[in-house]
Nanobody, 122 residues
C-alpha cells in the first residue's frame, strides 16, 4: 500500500520560511517523479513544484520561482519543499504526490498524501 505522509506545515509570518517533508512508502520511490501541489479555500488544486526521478528536472510554478526549492533524498524515500520569503497568498494545504512522468497536471499524479496546512500571516 502506497503512503505519502507530509509534515512541516504550520503558521509563519510573511517573509518567513518553512520546510515541508513528504515520506513515501510502498512504492519504488526512486522511479517516480515527485510533486508538490497546494489548494487554498475555494480554489482549485494547483501545481507548485516537481522533481524528476533522475535527470534533475525541477519545474516550478511561476508564483514560487526563486522562493521555493524542491529536493529529494532517494535513500530516505523523502521529498522536501523549502519555502522562503513566504507570502500570505502562499496560504494553502500542501500535498505531495507521485507520478511516472515529469508533468504539472494533477490528474497525472496517481498517489497523494493527506496534506499539511501552511498559513502565512501578514
Amino acid at each position: 500500500q502506497v503512503q505519502l505522509v507530509e509534515s512541516g506545515g504550520g503558521l509563519v509570518q510573511a517573509g518567513g520560511s518553512l520546510r515541508l517533508s513528504c515520506a513515501a512508502s510502498g512504492l519504488s520511490f526512486s522511479y517516480y517523479t515527485m510533486g508538490w501541489f497546494r489548494q487554498a479555500p475555494g480554489k482549485e488544486r494547483e501545481f507548485v513544484a516537481a522533481i524528476s526521478r533522475s535527470d534533475g528536472r525541477t519545474p516550478y510554478a511561476d508564483s514560487v520561482k526563486g522562493r521555493f526549492t524542491i529536493s529529494r533524498d532517494n535513500a530516505k524515500n523523502t521529498v522536501y519543499l523549502q519555502m522562503n520569503s513566504l507570502k500570505p497568498e502562499d496560504t494553502a494545504v500542501y500535498y505531495c504526490a507521485s507520478s511516472l512522468a515529469v508533468v504539472t497536471t494533477p490528474r497525472a499524479y496517481d498517489h497523494w498524501g493527506q496534506g499539511t496546512q501552511v498559513t502565512v500571516s501578514s
